[in-house]
């Protein structure tokens, strides 16, 4: 067994802001982050798969097949973005970096099976997501139901 | 004659788009960054200046005093805020980072006497902003007219 | 359940020095880090928790709590210190990074009640402290007995 | 129980080509990794071990010792090497960063005994090597039969 | 003036070994570097020019010109690629990173009219090579004859 | 020309306390960093000397020359140091960052002609030292009177 981790950078924004809060409870909770026209961030996203490499090639699984999945679940929804108007899940959910990693697992979780179908023995692990160079959130993919 | 740069992480949003460009321009110009919706990034702010330790003390200029000069003229208004609708700079300027050095240079070069009152021998030198990891914009104090 | 790490920079200064060792056991086990005048390490701290967001806020918990307990528990007694000279537990222990990693996991423990009181779900994980860039020290809370 | 992990960088070149493949599926598989002429990385392994730190000196381990299992089992056949040409492993196996990752575990753990002979409460944990800043393979030991 | 640097990671082996010297004198002016199997490395290019942004975009360049050019020009000839075998630059130059930073330099000057056409007020300045992350190499464009 | 940086890493301690000043005064200008106990710090030291590479060689100098007489001038004596301790230097001056790097290009400059001796092209042209990952001093060996 062995386990890739692959990491890519995606830059989009979000405010933090809780509909069922008052504006002070908001602006106590959320401080700055609550600021009415948003900021953002420079996030990267750590995708980790396992499996066994498959004898012949060496490989886990093709770097192409892996970038597509992750492309086309979830980046392309998030780069470029604003993360409170231009995604359906934070439409109820604060777009807080602890959700961000629960939605990414979910569509990472529910794009598995199209992108690497029966007969794979690979495994999706975990998502690891930085906010900053100082804060990270992860989350088992087993913790989703997928 | 020493130079001394301090980094500043901050957050913050921004939509790349210009009044005087049609909507097709500003699409084939900024591309992604041209989402009405806008994006953010963690900029790293870099600021340098230059000038002799102190012969008692060995500092170029007290920490904290730089700090401050830097968190008063610039970093209040731009962390974790949006600069196209917070900042008066971008209400005519597109906030690309290009410009965005240049309003940070001309606005630490402003608060420069205050900060630095008569007597003092540094010389504020460069400001350089990292947008991403992959791409910095550097600009000399000089360049601005103070 | 989400992980979330925060990552908090120090620097102190130590002497790896075991009292129950001759001159030469010393200089030959701890080599250079034996030098009695000292030396220093930028260090960094990651605490991990992990539980599950609030689903009102979308937070594990809030940062600037998480911020307090390193603060008040660790970080004030760490931070611009000599660990051998200006702390409790290295007149005992020679102030290796293993030794510092369970100190600060057992002060962290015990700690927790004080600032996650009752009724919280949060689980306190995991430390690490990184030496230099390419050493690490990683210790689990449960662990320590608290 | 302490978790120590070293970081060793070392520079080397490969040519991603599976001998039971044909030119056409090769081409296909590796893409631009599949160049006749090879191409190189900058790696870093990262190397775990833990154990209880010993109570007179606070070290899991001496440094030195840690350093010359590394350096002698694995790091002197890999570093400034081509690894197609020089690591007997390679002439039967692909070197993707999978089977390097595979190849590092297994010299690691047949050298584990020489180096740190019975009587030691120490356990190799795991393996990680980075091909680039972006994509990092990870192996537990105890995957690999000693 | 604004100088923008854009950063771009490439993957590529060398041999450093001079033809007109002997084996010995290969061995102990190169050491390793001198292994006939040849090493390889990631490096890092960073491309700086400067101007005046568009008043009107806000831009120094767009950054796909700013891309496409660097890709032409240099990039597609490296990614990837053994150095020695596949350059023709290095048939006659041993390609050390000081001699990759002039042909580089040489490369992007020769393609600067083409990509940026008459008109332009830009001005291709420096190219950096990062070999490891402990050493750089750095070349102005003027020293280069274009 | 060429210019080449080469980094290295030092760990060493220090307290920020000038003899010339009141313990109120040192209290006041130099805050945690006057600690009597000192504190310490992972600095990165990067040197930079530039000039042609050798048509033959293709290098600007040998590596190991160049290491060894930063080894030799200067990282001899500051690794794993006390600077106030151990250093003659700092028995006058305050052991500031800013001190810190004139002294290491004086050293630097003063061991020059012994490490590189008459006929050689290169010139010593800077230091930099970073005290931790936000700040970092910079002298050009010129200022040095050698």
Redesign the interface.
Same mark, same amino acid.
């Given at each position: 067994?062995?386990?890739?981790?692959?990491? *890519?950078?995606f830059?989009?924004?979000?405010r933090?802001h809780?509909t069922? @809060?008052s504006e002070e409870e908001n602006c106590r909770?959320?401080?700055?982050?609550n600021?009415p026209?948003?900021?953002?961030?420079?996030y990267f996203l750590e995708v980790s798969v396992s499996g066994e490499?498959d004898p012949?090639?060496?490989?886990?699984l093709?770097r192409?097949q892996f970038d597509s999945w992750v492309e086309k679940e979830i980046l392309a929804r998030l780069? *470029?973005?604003?993360l409170n108007?231009?995604m359906e899940e934070f439409q109820t @959910?604060?777009?807080?970096t602890?959700?961000l990693?629960?939605v990414v697992t979910g569509a990472l979780a529910r794009g598995w099976a199209d992108s690497f179908p029966n007969g794979t023995k690979l495994r999706f692990d975990r998502v690891r997501i930085y906010e900053?160079?100082?804060?990270?959130?992860?989350?088992?993919a087993h913790?989703i139901q997928q």
């Open positions: 067994m062995t386990r890739l981790t692959q990491r *890519y950078p830059s989009a924004s979000h933090l809780a069922q @809060l909770v959320f401080g700055k982050c600021n026209h948003g900021h953002g961030h420079n490499a012949v090639t060496g490989l886990l093709q192409d780069s *470029y973005r604003n108007e231009e @959910l604060v777009p807080t602890e959700n990693a629960a900053t160079r100082n804060n990270l959130f992860e989350m088992e913790e």
